[in-house]
């Protein structure tokens, strides 16, 4: 049986590998929510990647409906057609606009689908999903065939828990939470994806990061792919580790920060409290 | 096989299906875990919980079952109410300052004084070295600091030094067995709803095609309709502060129910009753307010009005010129909701309080008589009667 490990470029803790593998070896969704920037998208591409699937990747709207993973009937351009004598209007299969879930039901060998963000849509759209993921099948209305799976695709949803998802579907769903990183496995989250960066710097970086993480209130806390692209951004600066040293215990407004806090009362929020914290020390 | 502990998460209020169980043993069978007490610790998480809010119940099940852990034979039978344990505002110590502070004596001592202090405490506490609160040195409570401290009611330990994380944390429980959540509430507000067209013609109009295709001898004619879309309007006016900050959590998953519900959606917030002047970021209030004249002209009479307020206050607010806690008004609360009321053809308020209290506060039933009785509980009932009401 195939099954899910940390890759050089994703690490994932024990917790999510069993959970991957649960949701392979018995083919049913797995739901994954956590933090905003904690890798629950990248998680998709790198089973696939790691299992040698292709992916296929379906990005929730507000507007989508469940209907459009399946298929879509167009009406219009078989009216026009209609007109025009095409003789394709006789068979009405022409007209029917494949879904990404048509797309993965009918390969032949193995995918993985990523339903991404299925918060975004509207409330009702889970429960539109139940049998399809489910079973693994669904029925074509206009040209009555029933859709069946070749091979049961790996789902992945991911959710950012902007609705709440309904019971039936979590029913059906192995569920995992990622949890922010510890500063151990940050350490090696950098190291996978910038090797070459100096390990002072790192400590540095991750000292004020996690100081940052650390001050109530914040609206959205930094996560680690607001880190990667400070990091990034230091590395470009060429900044020492020195500018990121803070007196004891103090806030210090970090350089570059607008790559880590994204929201400008945080950023209000922060330069007060480290206002605060240099006039305690003065 | 694992009976005792499906049962055993039943009980401690996890909603396992018998599905989920047999999702396990099948993952059991196809050796996801192998002989490995780690691995099947993460498999049943992944199975038997889908919500991260059960993840600290779930762990502490886990322990007992599995492991032979006992409930610590010292807990205190007291319930923790929730908002002594906030978080407000944490107090950041210097080390030598943490090193000042002494811990008390062993494990044992530490129960017994927990218990003794739970007795003996009536109200809410924050900061201090002795009370159970938020912010403080005592060794009890969340978000301080004492090197031997027992942690209530904090999700990860924050000094990483407590002695033990306190899990039964009834105030927990408030978390997801309310029975008014978000989605619930959505789907109250949807009795709200009115479709209807407006706007620009983006989508196929079938029937109209057809019917003006027909007229013009079978050539094609395309007719475009806008969209359908929630057509109510509602001004939400929202009470904060003082005796509302007991309700803050509901109200706020009112508001986020209510914005994703709805499209013309405005809202602005006032403090125990609507007087000439009302605001819309909290932060800056003092500077930024909205003269509520201004509100009366900017929105029409179609807007639903909606007041969220626990409608608790002292008396000569609603009827005495001047009588506002905060600022000299020159005209009576009485005034400024009739002028509200009479301006919108619909309105209502909802109040949090539970309704078998608001006999015991006399400004409830003065401002339900402003209202002329349309005052609702804020629970799925009283949502459910107060669409109802406004879509008459």
């Known amino acids: ?282 | 096989m694992f009976a005792t502990f499906i049962l055993a998460l039943r009980q401690a209020g996890l909603p396992v299906s018998l599905t989920e169980y047999l999702t396990l043993l099948g993952a059991m069978k196809a050796r996801v875990a192998e002989y490995d007490l780690n691995d099947f610790y993460y498999l049943s998480r992944a199975t038997l919980v889908k919500d991260e809010r059960h993840l600290d119940r779930f762990d502490r099940v886990f322990g007992e079952v599995f492991k032979g852990l006992e409930r610590p034979p010292g807990e205190p039978a007291g319930e923790i109410p929730e908002e002594w344990l906030r978080l407000i505002a944490e107090k950041v110590l210097t080390p030598e300052e943490m090193a000042k502070i002494e811990a008390l004596g062993g494990f044992e001592k530490l129960m017994e004084t927990l218990r003794q202090r739970l007795a003996e405490q009536k109200e809410r506490h924050q900061g201090g070295s002795k009370w159970i609160g938020t912010g403080g040195t005592s060794p009890f409570g969340a978000y301080g600091y004492n090197p031997e401290g027992v942690r209530i009611g904090q999700h990860e330990s924050r000094h990483r030094r407590a002695v033990k994380v306190w899990d039964k944390r009834e105030f927990r429980d408030l978390d997801d067995d309310v029975e008014i959540g978000t989605r619930n509430m959505k789907i109250a507000l949807r009795r709200l709803r009115r479709f209807a067209r407006e706007g620009a013609a983006t989508e196929l109009d079938m029937p109209g095609t057809i019917r003006s295709t027909a007229h013009n001898a079978g050539t094609l004619d395309l007719r475009m309709v806008p969209e359908r879309r929630n057509a109510v309007k509602v001004l939400l006016l929202l009470d904060i502060g003082g005796s509302m900050d007991d309700h803050v959590r509901i109200s706020s998953e009112l508001f986020s129910a209510a914005r994703s519900e709805f499209k013309h959606l405005e809202y602005y917030y006032f403090h125990n009753c609507p007087y000439e002047r009302l605001w819309r970021s909290n932060r800056r209030r003092r500077d930024e307010t909205v003269p509520t004249v201004e509100v009366l002209r900017t929105y029409g009479p179609d807007y639903k009005l909606i007041f969220v307020g626990d409608a608790s206050m002292s008396p000569y607010e609603i009827t005495q010129v001047g009588g506002s806690v905060e600022h000299w008004n020159e005209e009576s609360g009485r005034a400024w909701l009739e002028r509200l009321t009479s301006h919108f053809r619909r309105s209502a308020w909802l109040n949090p309080v539970p309704q078998d209290f608001w006999g015991h506060t006399q400004s409830i039933g003065m401002v339900n008589e402003i209202m002329e009785g349309r005052m609702f509980p804020l629970t799925l009932r009283g949502l459910d009667d107060m669409a109802h009401e406004l879509v008459r």
């Open chain 1, 1 to 282: 049986m195939a099954a899910f490990r940390s890759t050089e470029n994703y690490i994932a803790s024990r917790d999510l590998e069993v959970a991957v593998n649960a949701a392979i070896a018995l083919q049913r969704p797995l739901l994954v929510k956590g933090e905003p920037g904690t890798g629950k998208t990248v998680l998709a591409h790198e089973v696939a990647k790691s299992l040698g699937y292709r992916l296929i990747d379906w990005h929730i709207k507000s507007t989508t409906k469940a209907q459009h993973g399946l298929y879509e009937y167009d009406a219009v351009s078989r009216l026009r057609d209609g007109q025009l004598g095409d003789p394709r209007v006789h068979d009405i299969s022409n007209y029917i606009i494949r879904g990404k879930l048509w797309e993965a039901f009918e390969s032949p060998e193995p995918v993985v689908v990523l339903i991404d963000e299925i918060d975004k849509a509207d409330i009702e759209f889970p429960n539109d999903l139940l049998l399809e993921l489910d079973r693994m099948q669904f029925y074509v209305y206009e040209t009555r065939q029933t859709i069946v799976a070749k091979q049961r695709p790996i789902v992945i949803i991911t959710s950012n828990n902007e609705k709440e998802l309904p019971d039936a579907f979590l029913r059906r769903c192995f569920f995992h939470y990622i949890r922010f990183p510890d500063r151990e496995t940050m350490e090696r989250i950098v190291q996978a994806h910038y090797p070459d960066l100096r390990k002072d710097l790192v400590r540095e970086a991750l000292n004020v990061f996690f100081q940052i993480r650390e001050v109530p209130g914040l609206k959205k806390k930094p996560a680690t792919s607001e880190l990667l692209d400070w990091l990034k951004l230091l590395m470009v600066e060429d900044l020492p580790p020195e500018a990121l040293r803070a007196k004891e215990g103090k806030l210090i407004i970090p350089p570059l920060y607008g790559a880590l806090l994204k929201n400008e009362q945080d950023v209000h929020l922060f330069e007060r409290l480290a206002f605060l914290s240099r006039r305690a020390g003065a």
